[in-house]
């Protein structure tokens, strides 16, 4: 009973985390999301893309910044929740430290910014614009520290305000400084967004634990020890990232890196969810003994599943309707790149959202890093091969190859770890999503305005997608009471409330025609 009770517990902390989370980066992407249509129809395709590679010499100069540090701070938050002030030390030797490696970088970069640019860019005409971005190098480092240690606290509403703020800045003053100033204008603004969202957060990590204390390399070497695996899987998802736009800015032109930019956006929304949801189970999977953290992940990977497959399946069939009505007609080729990075969450199930919080909370760090190198074994080559004849698309069909791999690698590790994931669950979600996008999808047919169009095919697909989950054994009542009980303690709960009512009500009806014997029972958080 004590094992369910923490179980149970993790859950609801977890729900409560994602929730929050969720909510603040929903608003925060709504307000990009506004800056963004307002930035691409001011900039066009062209000027959209050379604003899309400006910060490409930041993020590789962001590789030699924080070492691991920000996840090893939010894992010490997490056990040291009850006890804040005693974190103190080690968040003032973290908060230094990014500091300290931060300005370097970012210094290294002024010094250096024509060269990189030619090497990453290929583009010498880009350099002051690059130069412009180079304070994100700092900002981003404290937004980043400052937010990991306060998930780790579990302050919810600090979480969802700090990319809200940054994006509200963002939001407003790039497109009004893009209006006399360009490219350059949107660049200071999106440097802004972040530098106002990394001093509030550092504002209130410090009031949360009462100040930074004078920790040195005793706290720090721990961390580092800790968080340097993961730096390692950080870096070379970033060189990865800057490997892949100096690829696009080789291979393909302005409009189509400005097309992919555009349907990245969409993909980023997207990613709002999978995201919340893997950033709140860092800290519960810290918090739990191995055993139940293996059992959270069967969960875990299950949940996530039936939230992020549809939203794939929908992004797919609908992908035209999605940038036609929010972009217009000039991003012609953006419809396909969404589509095709929208697969990716069709496999959600086998735990792509959870695998590397899970590693990462029972501190076997160095699984995500070779899984990281797992993703670059298979990306480099294929999208060398691929990129020179399909451009964008070689190069995202590189990525879905890569990050399939990845996944499967992450789970032959937590397999021998006595962790592993429902394959048949996956399976049926994965086929649930796909089937009710027919009818979604021949709902929207006689539709010419794309607005209408969403408007009607979203609800279908919602309402097909409701009947055939239970229908093909994707939940059962054990399912909906440990889901219920998760959510009660959020916001969302009253919703949450009524769309549970009405699952069983069609649990009901399709479970006796369906012949539904599967059953969670017992094992049930």
Known sequence: MAQRSGLADAAADSAVGAVSLFGGQALAAFVAGLSSIALARLLGPSGYGRYSLSTTVAGFLALATDFGVSAALAREAARLSEDRRALAPAAGAALRFALLTSLCAASLGLALSGALTLAL?????????????????????????????????????????????RDSVRGLLSPL?????GCEGAVAGFVAGYGVA???????????????????????????????????????????????????????????????????NFAALMQLASASIASALFPAFSKLER??????????????????????????????????????RAYRLAPGYLALQAVAYLWSGLGSV??????????????????????AAVFVPLSLALAPLARAYGVLAS???????????SLREAARRGASVD??????????????????????????????RLAVTAPVYALAYSVLAPLLGCLSEGDLEAIGGALSRTPVAPLAGAALRYERAVLGLVKPAAGFKRRRGSSRP
């Open 423 to 452: 394959l048949g669950a996956a399976a049926r979600v994965c086929t649930a999503a796909l089937l009710a996008a027919p009818p979604a999808v021949a709902a929207g047919l006689p539709l010419t305005s794309h607005w209408a």
């Open 121 to 165: 860019l290929r583009r010498p005409d880009m350099v002051g614009l690059v130069e412009l971005t180079l304070p994100l190098v700092v900002f981003s480092a404290l937004f980043n520290l400052s937010l990991s240690a306060l998930l780790g606290l579990g302050d919810a509403r600090a979480v969802a305000l700090l990319p809200v703020a």
């Open 198 to 264: 990394a001093a509030l957060g550092v504002l209130l990590l410090r009031r949360r634990v009462g100040g930074f204390g004078r920790g040195g390399w005793g706290e720090l070497r721990p961390m580092l020890a800790y968080g340097l695996p993961l730096y390692l899987s950080s870096a070379l998802g970033t060189a990865l990232g800057v490997y892949q736009n100096s690829l696009l800015a080789w291979v393909a032109a302005d409009e189509e890196v400005g097309n992919l930019k555009a349907a990245a």
């Open 177 to 181: 400084l893009a209006l006399p100033f």
């Open 399 to 409: 990525a879905l190859a890569a990050s399939l791999a990845s996944t499967l690698y």
């Open 354 to 375: 959870a695998l590397g919080s899970f590693f990462q909370g029972i501190g076997e760090t160095r699984v995500n890093f070779r899984a990281s190198l797992t993703y």
């Open 291 to 328: 055993g139940e953290a293996a059992r959270a992940l069967r969960y875990a990977a299950a949940y996530s599943s039936l939230v992020m497959a549809p939203v794939g399946a929908y992004a797919i069939a609908e992908a035209g309707a999605l940038v036609g009505a929010v972009y217009g």
